[in-house]
Each structure stands twice: as structure tokens, then as C-alpha cells.
């Protein structure tokens, strides 16, 4: 059960290309959904009986999401796809813009029918330029297809689809900063609610949704909810893209069932490089609280194991640390990367993630006080829950879960003005 | 929006609001504080300082008290341990980056952060790193910034883009970096950009001619009616001992709202000009002599009377003046038998007097001008006449009105809105067009433009608009009436109200525009707004047809008029000119034989009737300069000294209640029969002259606003052309021009604007030199200087 879902093409020659995609059965579903005019409603209940959750990283039910959507709503609707893949750590919806990109595409198309949205956006990563040049070629094939455009094989339904290019910040991936920056203003994220399902892009209803959410969308109506559920375990439906990367011998992007433990995960990325020790792993994208390494290597890859963990599955991005890691400089430059990336909008974040990362710098280069872990504690949940956007829980929590799991290595740095890893 | 009631509870106590409004709506109507700095009621809600977090039971977060709607049940506490940590954490973030140079920051002792921080912040600081330094721009002549004392709650902003329509102040960079300015060095020119200090809680943006010159806690607040526009927007001045330091506004919802314009927030500097005129002088021998306030009253008094024949005197009346001063000249004038009276100084054409028996008047109340759901606006920029009118009608536009314009130049609008725009000589035959199209009949003076007019499509769309709209006016503006056929504008325009069942709207030029005529200080009206007996003269009659003596009040010959040359040559030529003056210039001095120096503004009480026929009192809150006294003082002596009755006032407030008595039984009302033969007065041929009266140009006070001044609406002494029509004239290439007007002529530099309609060259008047030329709108000769 390995890439049956977004990455089905990928053992294809040029998987990219519209007849590949097509001789996997692409486009199948659509023609079929359009032909027999199936009932959006239909649609929506099959996604929520997949059990699919948020791909970027909130793991909110799709399927429930895009059932707050008037659908008969008058005037403009929108479906956007969030591939402003930002998470250090996460690139997984980059292969799957780079490799399979017309299957984003149908998923699209079929969101958009399925809420009566007739245009949509993909927001791509200002970095990404290679898939968005796939992208690109991909939507000029499907328009000659006749997959995009007015009256989508004669079925009367129009759909067009556009590209954004982002400018390359990391807020963009948030989704409401996403729609501000569409609109052509600064990417900030507004205060909710209203939630983009009322007022969304240009004001108007909108679904968004993950680049990974979106291109399961042909397989799920193609198999069924039930099948692609019943790939993963409760909770959890279907497969899931993982980017793996850190200490290991063959980092890159997996997609295994929800569920797989860890251990198999890592065993597929080739086990730890030059045969260290693992010490740590952060699960789901750097804003995830790290784990210690043996208690990961007894986890399974799911929304509800890693929880129980006190962290987050996230967007997927699995980062494995081994023994010749400082916690105090992976931190710092976890924390130098929110603070560079904060937005500015709210106090909070724009002036506490600029403190954390400052006291972590100092404790970092022997500069600590006997008073800054605290410090840092008492920061930290000055931010948390307290900001606009989840940006400030996420500069937050990789502090808070540093701290619960290592602060022997910080006292240490403190208390000694060096490192206790010898890497350090 | 329901308009539902629900009920719920702040720290134990019931509250009721209604279901949707944000919970510190309802907070702060109950007295409750919750500590804030991006709410505002008057801006939309950013939710990003989260100063104003609190507790919600059963929401595990605490919620921004701003954007949280209050729900039925809901149970909040404001200072519960969670709120109150809350509220301690985003202070302590929002000090770590602030300066806390209150001691030299001009905003100590009036700092909203300050406040907040003696009753949420800690005694040291835990941050110890260097702070955050922005350098500082130059963004105009009005206001000061220190930027690096921003907190970015973004107020600013958001009145740019929400409230002035113009968006000059913006947010850019990320996080710690995230800067407040206006991206490029550029001056801030919105005519309303002084609320941005208001706006601001901190210490960031503060007013520069204010700047280091007193502190919070010197100063005492006493209340004031701006003296500028129609509207009378409401002032609180801030004093230290005898002398205005500052002005800001004072809410009055149903004018001002929270807002004041910059001319009414920054026109105090001018009373503080070396020019002030501050003891009584002479001229004898061509010398100017200070004499005692005895002789020079009694040489007044006494060379009016010498005159003799009443009519061969004019009296100029600045339509700045206060009720009681407007009263008290007509009513001395009319007593030496001087029915020559006149404050409309900037009008053109004056042939609706003779069927006027009404006073004239805005035609709608302001709060109602938001409501309007089509205004038709012929001859006027509002934005630059009265700011905070044409934001009542931006206001309009934004709640989905339709707004027409019908101008001789292209103006900047900050909202949506159609604009004709023809030569000066056109106007009148555009505005039938309009008519035509809404089904006016030809007939009366203007039956042969009507007749002639061809409707087009916007001229269609226009009448349209106007009567689909429940709520529309017709709006006559400065330049309107200051058009040579403002008789026939009126005219078609009032054909045109009454077509379409929109009220015609006449925009009281001045403060006391509508006071003047309840007052009697026109030739056709007497006190009460009725007919008057005897009409006499009107302000061109009195300069077309030179009198032999002149009483001016408040006045500055050349610049306070419509033909600057004509008011020049008429005063020139008279035998006496008493000049009762706020300020000396050197026009007055050549003109003027007595001049009797007047206290101004805040020196004095007295009344002003706004556009909406709002009577709002103002006290004299400190002492006259010099030995200047206030105007209704001055003319209650020299009616004393004149030998008549009625004129034993003690006290200012007796003269209002006279004139309110007065006025009991006067209406304001823009009906009134058609004339007669309306010829029109200027040809829609050949090259003609279109100008407007800057907006910091308009009266004595404002000229001499040093900081009103160095702005871009302080106007410029230059001639504007079309480029094209510069090219026809054999003009393109070349820096200045020479203009004829009425045989006088005057180089000036040479502007190609796109917005001014060929056939036309734009001179603004009332500057400097440009009041040396003729009418705003008349024939004209422009060749290479």
C-alpha cells in the first residue's frame, strides 16, 4: 500500500503529463461525476465518509469543511488550494505538484462542482518554480482537454483554474493570509470569524484546502470513502504523504497508510545515517513539539498516536535528529525561523518571537541566565492561543516541547556556557 | 443585522446589547474598562493588538474583547487571573520594543500606552536586548513622526483607507520589521490627515506645529465652533494661560462625528501671525499713526455720518464673522441708512436675490447627507471646500449612492462617483442637458438653454439616478456660485430638483453663510431672513459702482473677493475706508482709512448657524490680543457713537437673543420663484478662466496657518493648462505665462494638467497674486511671457 493515492503515477515515465495521468484512469471520475450529474451533496458525503482530514497540517475533516458552504448561495464561489508549502520540513506537495499535478487538478475541479464554485486558485510557493512550471503546463493541457474552461464537457458546468505565485512567506501558508495575498494585500492573516467558508476570497464563500486534501479527492470518489477510510485507522482515514529528512540515509517523500508505525517509516528512508542513535524527532513540521527518539520509534503515523504523544501528525513532516544534535541550536534556529516569519500584525507574535529567539540565541552562545528558562516557559504561553493565526502557537510549542523533553540541555548550556553534545 | 437584545454577564453584572455587536461596544456603554489600543468605534475592527483579551466561559483561549459578538448566556470576566494575564502578557510585548522615552516624547501625560502601562505593566523589564529603531520620515508639514515609538495597531491605516479614502499610511515588512509609513518618503495630503494624531495611542505621529511646545497636563480644555466651514465642526482647545496651543476635535455625532478637518484643526497658528493688527490706527498723509481706541471710534463714527447719503456706502461683511457681528454691522449700516450690505463675497452673479424669501440652506441635515441615496453635484469639489461634508457623501457612496459631478476641472475623489467635466461655459447648457433628460419643461430665464440642450447618455443616467433614489440632492457647490450664471445653474438646478423629487441643496460657502442671511447681512434680506424694505446694493453692485465710503469687517481687499482687481479699485477710490480687522496686509493699509483691530475666534463669544441651520454658541475663552477688541463691542460703540437707539448690549448674549427673537418665524427653504430673462453671462466660446478657492485661501485666519501653508492644498500661484491646449497656444515648452484678465495682466509659471478641459485655463484665486487678477470664471488672454 505505498503511493496508491497522490503519488499513484509516479513509477511512470514523465508521470506528469496529462496521457500518463489519463492512462491510470485520470479524469475517469470527473467525466463520470459531470455525465451523470451526480449529486453534489453526494459528493460532500462521500468525502466525509473517507474520512479525510487536513493534509497542511490541522487535520480538520474535509469533508465537513466543505459542508459549511452554502451551496445555493448566489454569486461568485471559490475553491483554493494551499500549495504554499511552508513548514520546515514538509515538501510534500511539491512532489505531487512536480509529479502529478493533473490530479490536483480534477480534485479541484471536482471541489469546485461539489460546492458550485466556478473558479479557483492554486497558491504555489514563491520558491517552487519547477512545479510551478509543471502546474502550469499541466492546467494548459487540461483547458485543451476541455477539462477546464466553459461548460466542462458539455455538462454546463464552467470551471476555471489560476495559478498564484507566491512571494515567499511563510504566513502566505496560513489560509486567510493566503486569500489576503490573492487579493493582491499584504499577507496577514484576518481575525476569524467569519471563517473563509462565509467570506472568503474577494469577500465571497471559499473552500481551502491542501494541495495532498485536495488531489485525494479523484481516488476517493473514484474507490469510494469507505475504501480510501479503510486504508488508514480510526481517525485517521486513508494514506498520507510523509517528508522525511534529517540524520537518515534516503530522505524523501513516502506515502504509506495512515497508521504505519514509525519505525517502518524510517526503515524506509534507509534507517539512521552511518548507524547513529536516534535522539529525537519532530513529527510534523518544525512547529511540532519534538519527541525523544525511543518513545518515537514505539509510535504509529496517525493523528491520534502522535497526540497522545503530546505533539502533532501536522502537514506530515517527519525530521529525525540523531545524537550529534544540540537541542539548543536546533531550537534557535527553529526559533530564528518564526521569528523572521511572524507577520507582524498581532503583539504577541510579532514582538514575543522575537524574545524567545533572543534568549535561546544567548543561552546558545553562553550568554544564558540562571532565570531564562523560565523565561522562556513564561513567553512561550504569553503567545500561545493568544495571537490571530496559529503562528504564534507555532513559534510557541517547538519551545514548550524542547524544554519538557531537554532542558538538562539547556541548564547545561547555561550552566556551563558550552554544549554537552560533542557536536556542539 | 438583527436588531435583537441578548443578554449576558461581565464580572458578574447583567448587560444587555444587541445580538452581533462586539462585546466592547457594550463594555464601554456600561463604564466597564477593557485596557485597548486598535479598537476604535470608528474603524474597523483589527483585532491585533490583543490588549483587549478576556476571559469567556467555557472558550479555553481568551478572545479580543473587540471582535468577540455577544451572545446570549455568555458569561465574560474582563479581570479575572486569566483575562488579567492576558492583558499583562501583550502589555509586557508591546513595552519590550517601545522606547519609554515618555520624558521627551511629546504624547507623555496623554499616552494611551502609558496609561495602560501604570495599570497593567511591571515595574522593570524583563527584556534586556536592544530595541527595535525605525527611522523616521518626512511625511508633511502638519504632522510629526517618531516611528520607532509605534506599537502598529494599524489606526492610522485604517482611517486612510476607511475613513479619508485615501490610503496613505500602510504597513510593510514582516514581524519585528513590520514598519508604519507611507512606503516612500512623501507628504501625507489628505485634507482630514490630522485625525491620524488623534488616532494614535502612542507618541508616534504627532502634531508638528504643536510639537515641544507644551505638555498635557499645562493645558486646559475649553470648547469651540470651527470657524471655516458650514458646518460648524465642534473644537476642544487646549490653552495654556492666554494662548491656544492646539485644537482638536470635540464628538458631536450629528456633525463631526469623532473627525475635524485640518484647517480646523491647524487655522489656530493664524492667530498668532505677526500681522495681527492690535491697536487702532489712522492714516493721515498717507502714514499709518497709532491712535487711542476714543479718537479712532469717534473718527469713524463721525466720517460715516459725514458721508451722508447712506447709499453711498457699501458694507462688506466677511461670511466668517459671528451672528452678533453680522447683526450688529447690518443693523448700525441700515440705521445710518445703508442698505448696501452684503457677505457673499465670493459670489457671482446675484440675480436669484430678487425672488429670494427664504433663507438658503443646505437642503438636508448632515447626518441625513449619509443617507442619500443619489447627490448631484454641479460646481463644487467638496473634499476641498468642506472635508467633512464630502465625507458625510463618501459615507453615502460607500453605503451604495450614486454621486455625480458636473465641474469645469477634474477633481481627486476618494470615492466612487461619474464626473462631466466641461469648460466653464458650458456648464449651464450641460446641467439643461441633465434637466432635459428628467423631463423640465423650457420655460422662464432659462427656456433657451433648455431648449437648445441635447440629453446624452450620462446626462440620461444622471436624471435617472436622481429620481430612482429615495433621498437625493442637487447640490450646488463654491464654484457654482461663483460661476457669472449662477443664476441660471440655480435655476435649471432647482427645475431639475423638483423634476426628480431631489431636494436642491445651496453649500453655505462659509461659516456663518446661512447666519449672514437670518442676520440680514445681505442686500435682499432683512434680520429674520425676510425681504428686506429696501433692498440695496450687492457686493459687485458696491464695487462696479464705486461708493464713496466702505465699512469692512473682517475683509481683506483682493483676496476675500470674487474680482480681486475690482475690490482693489472700487476701495481704492472711495473717499473712506473703515476697516474693522483681525489682521493688517498690505491691500488693507493701501485701501483702508480708519483701521479698528478686532478680536477673532476664541478672543470672542458669539454664534454660528450652520449648514443645517444648527445654532451653536462659542465663548470667548481667551483675552483679546493687543488692544483688540471683539467686533460686536466695536460696533455696539460706534452705533452708540452714530446716535442710535437699541444699541446699550452688555454682553453678547443679549445681541443673539434679539436676533433669535428675531428669527422665530424665519425658514430656511431653497424654493423660490424663477427669474425672469436669464441671459447668460459668459460665452461658451473662446478661451476662458475657471479657478476655485484653494481650500487654505479662503479667509484672513487660515491664510496665515504657516503650517496650512506648506501643503499642497494651500494652492499655488501658476496657471494650469491642457496640454493640448497649451500646444494650440503656442505655450508647450515654456516655464511661465502671461495672463490678461479685465486689463490686468500677470506672468505666472506654467503647469500642464490633464485635468483642466481644454478651452479653459486654470487660475486659483485668493493667493497672493493671483488676487490681483479678475473673476474666477470669465474671458481671458494667456500668450508666452
Given at each position: 500500500m505505498v503511493n496508491e493515492v497522490c503519488l499513484r503515477t509516479l513509477d511512470l515515465e514523465r508521470p506528469w503529463l496529462m496521457e500518463q495521468y489519463q492512462s491510470r484512469g485520470g479524469y475517469e471520475v470527473l467525466k463520470q461525476v459531470l455525465s451523470e450529474k451526480r449529486a453534489p451533496e453526494d459528493i460532500i458525503e462521500e468525502v466525509k465518509k473517507s474520512g479525510l482530514r487536513g493534509r497542511g497540517g490541522a487535520g480538520f475533516p474535509t469533508g465537513l469543511k466543505w459542508s459549511f458552504i452554502s451551496r445555493n448561495a448566489p454569486g461568485q464561489k471559490y475553491v483554493?488550494?494551499?500549495?504554499?508549502?511552508?513548514?520546515?520540513?514538509?515538501?510534500?506537495?511539491?512532489?505531487?505538484?512536480?509529479?502529478?499535478?493533473?490530479?490536483?487538478?480534477?480534485?479541484?475541479?471536482?471541489?469546485?462542482?461539489?460546492?458550485?464554485?466556478?473558479?479557483?486558485?492554486?497558491?504555489?510557493?514563491?520558491?517552487?518554480?519547477?512545479?510551478?512550471?509543471?502546474?502550469?503546463?499541466?492546467?494548459?493541457?487540461?483547458?485543451?482537454?476541455?477539462?477546464?474552461?466553459?461548460?466542462?464537457?458539455?455538462?454546463?458546468?464552467?470551471?476555471?483554474?489560476?495559478?498564484?505565485?507566491?512571494?515567499?512567506?511563510?504566513?502566505?501558508?496560513?489560509?486567510?493570509?493566503?486569500?489576503?495575498?490573492?487579493?493582491?494585500?499584504?499577507?496577514?492573516?484576518?481575525?476569524?470569524?467569519?471563517?473563509?467558508?462565509?467570506?472568503?476570497?474577494?469577500?465571497?464563500?471559499?473552500?481551502?484546502?491542501?494541495?495532498?486534501?485536495?488531489?485525494?479527492?479523484p481516488m476517493i470518489l473514484e474507490k469510494g470513502g469507505e475504501w480510501f477510510a479503510d486504508i488508514g485507522v480510526k481517525n485517521s482515514g486513508g494514506s498520507k504523504l510523509f517528508s522525511i529528512s534529517g540524520n537518515i540515509n534516503n530522505p524523501g517523500v513516502f506515502e504509506i497508510p495512515m497508521g504505519t508505525p514509525f519505525s517502518e517509516l524510517l526503515e524506509m528512508a534507509g534507517g539512521m545515517k552511518d548507524g547513529r542513535k536516534i535522539k529525537a524527532v519532530i513529527p510534523g513540521g518544525s512547529s511540532a513539539p519534538v519527541i525523544p527518539g525511543e518513545q518515537m520509534m514505539d509510535l504509529n503515523m496517525d493523528y491520534d498516536s502522535i497526540a497522545g504523544a503530546g505533539s502533532m501528525l501536522g502537514s506530515g513532516a517527519v525530521i529525525v535528529l540523531d545524537d550529534t544534535n544540540c537541542m539548543v541550536k536546533t531550537l534557535e534556529r527553529m526559533s530564528y525561523f518564526y521569528h523572521e516569519e511572524s507577520c507582524g500584525q498581532c503583539t504577541p507574535c510579532r514582538e514575543g518571537t522575537g524574545w524567545l529567539y533572543r534568549v535561546v540565541h544567548r543561552i546558545e552562545t553562553g550568554q544564558g541566565r540562571q532565570e531564562d528558562l523560565d523565561l522562556l516557559d513564561d513567553v512561550a504561553d504569553k503567545i500561545s492561543g493568544k495571537t490571530i493565526c496559529a503562528l504564534g502557537d507555532a513559534a510557541a510549542l517547538p519551545v514548550q516541547g524542547m524544554l519538557r523533553h531537554y532542558r538538562d540541555e539547556f541548564q547545561y548550556h547555561i550552566d556551563h556556557k558550552r554544549c554537552m553534545v560533542g557536536a556542539g | 443585522?438583527?436588531?435583537?437584545?441578548?443578554?449576558?454577564?461581565?464580572?458578574?453584572?447583567?448587560?444587555?446589547?444587541?445580538?452581533?455587536?462586539?462585546?466592547?461596544?457594550?463594555?464601554?456603554?456600561?463604564?466597564?474598562?477593557?485596557?485597548?489600543?486598535?479598537?476604535?468605534?470608528?474603524?474597523?475592527?483589527?483585532?491585533?493588538?490583543?490588549?483587549?483579551?478576556?476571559?469567556?466561559?467555557?472558550?479555553?483561549?481568551?478572545?479580543?474583547?473587540?471582535?468577540?459578538?455577544?451572545?446570549?448566556?455568555?458569561?465574560?470576566?474582563?479581570?479575572?487571573?486569566?483575562?488579567?494575564?492576558?492583558?499583562?502578557?501583550?502589555?509586557?510585548?508591546?513595552?519590550?520594543?517601545?522606547?519609554?522615552?515618555?520624558?521627551?516624547?511629546?504624547?507623555?501625560?496623554?499616552?494611551?500606552?502609558?496609561?495602560?502601562?501604570?495599570?497593567?505593566?511591571?515595574?522593570?523589564?524583563?527584556?534586556?536586548?536592544?530595541?527595535?529603531?525605525?527611522?523616521?520620515?518626512?511625511?508633511?508639514?502638519?504632522?510629526?513622526?517618531?516611528m520607532t515609538r509605534c506599537i502598529h495597531c494599524t489606526r492610522c491605516v485604517r482611517f486612510g483607507e476607511e475613513i479619508a479614502g485615501i490610503r496613505e499610511m500602510g504597513a510593510t515588512g514582516r514581524g519585528e520589521h513590520m514598519v508604519i509609513g507611507t512606503y516612500i518618503e512623501k507628504s501625507v495630503d489628505s485634507e482630514m490627515s490630522g485625525n491620524i494624531i488623534d488616532l494614535c495611542p502612542v507618541g508616534a505621529l504627532t502634531s508638528k506645529p504643536f510639537r515641544f511646545n507644551a505638555r498635557a497636563w499645562e493645558l486646559t480644555q475649553v470648547e469651540a465652533i470651527a470657524p471655516h466651514d458650514s458646518l460648524g465642526s465642534n473644537?476642544?482647545?487646549?490653552?495654556?494661560?492666554?494662548?491656544?496651543?492646539?485644537?482638536?476635535?470635540?464628538?458631536?455625532?450629528?456633525?463631526?462625528?469623532?473627525?475635524?478637518?485640518?484647517?480646523?484643526?491647524?487655522?489656530?497658528?493664524?492667530?498668532?501671525?505677526?500681522?495681527?493688527?492690535?491697536?487702532?490706527?489712522?492714516?493721515?498723509?498717507?502714514?499709518?499713526?497709532?491712535?487711542?481706541?476714543?479718537?479712532?471710534?469717534?473718527?469713524?463714527?463721525?466720517?460715516?455720518?459725514?458721508?451722508g447719503d447712506g447709499d453711498q456706502i457699501g458694507t462688506l461683511i466677511s461670511p466668517t464673522s459671528t451672528l452678533e457681528e453680522l447683526y450688529l454691522a447690518q443693523k448700525l449700516m441700515r440705521g445710518l441708512g445703508c442698505n448696501n450690505i452684503d457677505s457673499r463675497l465670493r459670489q457671482g452673479d446675484f440675480r436669484m436675490d430678487a425672488t429670494q424669501n427664504s433663507v438658503h440652506w443646505l437642503?438636508?441635515?448632515?447626518?441625513?447627507?449619509?443617507?442619500?441615496?443619489?447627490?448631484?453635484?454641479?460646481?463644487?469639489?467638496?473634499?476641498?471646500?468642506?472635508?467633512?461634508?464630502?465625507?458625510?457623501?463618501?459615507?453615502?457612496?460607500?453605503?451604495?449612492?450614486?454621486?455625480?459631478?458636473?465641474?469645469?476641472?477634474?477633481?481627486?475623489?476618494?470615492?466612487?462617483?461619474?464626473?462631466?467635466?466641461?469648460?466653464?461655459?458650458?456648464?449651464?447648457?450641460?446641467?439643461?442637458?441633465?434637466?432635459?433628460?428628467?423631463?423640465?419643461?423650457?420655460?422662464?430665464?432659462?427656456?433657451?438653454?433648455?431648449?437648445?440642450?441635447?440629453?446624452?447618455?450620462?446626462?440620461?443616467?444622471?436624471?435617472?439616478?436622481?429620481?430612482?433614489?429615495?433621498?437625493?440632492?442637487?447640490?450646488?457647490?463654491?464654484?457654482?456660485?461663483?460661476?457669472?450664471?449662477?443664476?441660471?445653474?440655480?435655476?435649471?438646478?432647482?427645475?431639475?430638483?423638483?423634476?426628480?423629487?431631489?431636494?436642491?441643496?445651496?453649500?453655505?460657502?462659509?461659516?456663518?453663510?446661512?447666519?449672514?442671511q437670518l442676520a440680514g447681512a445681505v442686500p435682499h434680506l432683512q434680520a429674520g431672513g425676510s425681504v428686506a424694505d429696501h433692498a440695496g446694493l450687492d457686493t459687485l453692485q458696491m464695487l462696479k459702482m464705486p461708493r464713496k465710503?466702505?465699512?469692512?469687517?473682517?475683509?481683506?481687499?483682493?483676496?476675500?473677493?470674487?474680482?480681486?482687481?475690482?475690490?482693489?479699485?472700487?476701495?481704492?477710490?472711495?473717499?473712506?475706508?473703515?476697516?474693522?480687522?483681525?489682521?493688517?496686509?498690505?491691500?488693507?493699509?493701501?485701501?483702508?482709512?480708519?483701521?479698528?483691530?478686532?478680536?477673532?475666534?476664541?478672543?470672542?463669544?458669539?454664534?454660528?448657524?450652520?449648514?443645517?441651520?444648527?445654532?451653536?454658541?462659542?465663548?470667548?475663552?481667551?483675552?483679546?490680543?493687543?488692544?483688540?477688541?471683539?467686533?460686536?463691542?466695536?460696533?455696539?460703540?460706534?452705533?452708540?457713537?452714530?446716535?442710535?437707539?437699541?444699541?446699550?448690549?452688555?454682553?453678547?448674549?443679549?445681541?443673539?437673543?434679539?436676533?433669535?427673537?428675531?428669527?422665530?418665524?424665519?425658514?430656511?427653504?431653497?424654493?423660490?420663484?424663477?427669474?425672469?430673462?436669464?441671459?447668460?453671462?459668459?460665452?461658451?466660446?473662446?478661451?476662458?478662466?475657471g479657478g476655485d478657492t484653494p481650500l487654505y485661501a479662503c479667509d484672513p485666519l487660515v491664510r496665515r496657518a504657516t503650517a496650512l501653508q506648506q501643503t499642497q492644498d494651500a494652492g499655488s500661484d501658476t496657471i494650469r493648462l491642457h496640454p493640448e491646449e497649451a500646444a494650440r497656444l503656442g505655450l508647450d515648452g515654456s516655464d511661465t505665462a502671461l495672463v490678461k484678465q479685465n486689463g490686468n495682466q500677470i506672468d505666472l509659471p506654467l503647469q500642464l494638467d490633464e485635468r483642466i478641459p481644454q478651452g479653459c485655463v486654470w487660475i486659483s484665486t485668493s493667493l497672493a497674486r493671483t488676487s490681483t487678477l479678475g473673476q474666477p470664471f470669465g474671458e481671458v488672454t494667456v500668450e508666452k511671457a
Open positions: 483554493v488550494c494551499n500549495s504554499d508549502e511552508g513548514e520546515p520540513g514538509t515538501f510534500k506537495d511539491r512532489d505531487i505538484l512536480r509529479y502529478n499535478p493533473h490530479q490536483l487538478i480534477e480534485g479541484m475541479i471536482l471541489a469546485g462542482y461539489a460546492i458550485g464554485a466556478t473558479r479557483g486558485y492554486n497558491y504555489i510557493r514563491g520558491e517552487f518554480w519547477e512545479p510551478y512550471e509543471r502546474f502550469e503546463q499541466a492546467l494548459q493541457e487540461a483547458r485543451e482537454a476541455g477539462f477546464l474552461g466553459d461548460n466542462l464537457l458539455g455538462s454546463g458546468f464552467d470551471f476555471e483554474l489560476h495559478t498564484h505565485l507566491g512571494g515567499g512567506a511563510y504566513i502566505c501558508g496560513e489560509e486567510t493570509a493566503l486569500l489576503e495575498s490573492i487579493e493582491g494585500k499584504k499577507g496577514q492573516p484576518r481575525y476569524k470569524p467569519p471563517f473563509p467558508a462565509h467570506f472568503g476570497l474577494y469577500g465571497r464563500p471559499t473552500i481551502i484546502n491542501n494541495t495532498e486534501s485536495l488531489a485525494s479527492i | 443585522m438583527t436588531d435583537k437584545l441578548v443578554t449576558f454577564e461581565v464580572n458578574g453584572q447583567e448587560l444587555q446589547a444587541e445580538a452581533g455587536s462586539m462585546l466592547i461596544e457594550a463594555t464601554d456603554a456600561a463604564g466597564i474598562n477593557i485596557p485597548r489600543f486598535c479598537y476604535h468605534k470608528k474603524l474597523s475592527i483589527a483585532a491585533n493588538c490583543r490588549m483587549c483579551l478576556v476571559e469567556v466561559e467555557k472558550v479555553p483561549k481568551p478572545l479580543p474583547a473587540c471582535a468577540t459578538p455577544v451572545t446570549e448566556g455568555m458569561k465574560v470576566y474582563t479581570r479575572s487571573p486569566k483575562a488579567l494575564a492576558a492583558q499583562k502578557g501583550t502589555m509586557e510585548f508591546l513595552l519590550i520594543n517601545h522606547p519609554l522615552d515618555c520624558p521627551i516624547c511629546d504624547q507623555g501625560g496623554e499616552c494611551e500606552l502609558q496609561d495602560v502601562a501604570i495599570g497593567y505593566g511591571r515595574d522593570v523589564s524583563r527584556y534586556s536586548e536592544g530595541k527595535r529603531v525605525v527611522a523616521d520620515k518626512n511625511i508633511g508639514p502638519l504632522i510629526a513622526t517618531d473644537l476642544n482647545l487646549h490653552l495654556r494661560g492666554n494662548k491656544v496651543m492646539r485644537v482638536h476635535p470635540k464628538d458631536n455625532e450629528s456633525i463631526n462625528e469623532t473627525w475635524i478637518s485640518d484647517r480646523d484643526r491647524f487655522s489656530y497658528e493664524g492667530l498668532y501671525s505677526s500681522d495681527r493688527l492690535t491697536s487702532p490706527m489712522v492714516k493721515k498723509g498717507g502714514e499709518w499713526k497709532e491712535v487711542s481706541w476714543e479718537m479712532a471710534l469717534e473718527m469713524a463714527a463721525a466720517s460715516l455720518k459725514e458721508i437642503g438636508s441635515t448632515l447626518s441625513d447627507m449619509d443617507q442619500m441615496q443619489t447627490v448631484f453635484v454641479v460646481g463644487g469639489n467638496i473634499r476641498k471646500e468642506q472635508p467633512i461634508l464630502a465625507h458625510r457623501l463618501r459615507k453615502a457612496a460607500l453605503n451604495g449612492a450614486k454621486l455625480h459631478y458636473l465641474n469645469p476641472i477634474q477633481i481627486d475623489l476618494n470615492h466612487s462617483g461619474e464626473q462631466d467635466i466641461c469648460t466653464p461655459g458650458e456648464m449651464a447648457g450641460r446641467l439643461a442637458a441633465v434637466a432635459k433628460a428628467a423631463g423640465v419643461k423650457a420655460s422662464g430665464g432659462a427656456a433657451s438653454l433648455l431648449n437648445a440642450a441635447q440629453a446624452d447618455e450620462s446626462a440620461k443616467q444622471t436624471a435617472a439616478n436622481l429620481k430612482a433614489a429615495d433621498g437625493a440632492l442637487v447640490m450646488l457647490g463654491a464654484m457654482a456660485q461663483a460661476h457669472p450664471d449662477y443664476a441660471l445653474l440655480h435655476t435649471i438646478a432647482a427645475a431639475l430638483a423638483e423634476a426628480t423629487g431631489a431636494q436642491l441643496s445651496i453649500l453655505p460657502a462659509s461659516a456663518n453663510s446661512v447666519g449672514a465710503g466702505y465699512l469692512l469687517l473682517g475683509v481683506e481687499p483682493g483676496r476675500d473677493f470674487w474680482n480681486g482687481s475690482l475690490s482693489m479699485s472700487a476701495l481704492q477710490s472711495a473717499d473712506l475706508v473703515v476697516a474693522i480687522s483681525a489682521f493688517r496686509s498690505p491691500e488693507l493699509e493701501e485701501c483702508a482709512d480708519i483701521l479698528l483691530p478686532m478680536a477673532i475666534f476664541t478672543e470672542t463669544s458669539g454664534t454660528y448657524v450652520n449648514a443645517e441651520g444648527r445654532w451653536q454658541q462659542s465663548r470667548g475663552v481667551v483675552r483679546p490680543q493687543g488692544e483688540s477688541r471683539p467686533g460686536w463691542k466695536i460696533l455696539r460703540v460706534l452705533g452708540n457713537l452714530t446716535d442710535q437707539a437699541g444699541f446699550d448690549y452688555t454682553d453678547s448674549q443679549q445681541i443673539h437673543d434679539e436676533i433669535h427673537q428675531l428669527c422665530e418665524s424665519a425658514t430656511l427653504d431653497n424654493k423660490q420663484a424663477a427669474p425672469q430673462n436669464l441671459e447668460p453671462q459668459l460665452s461658451a466660446d473662446g478661451l476662458l478662466r
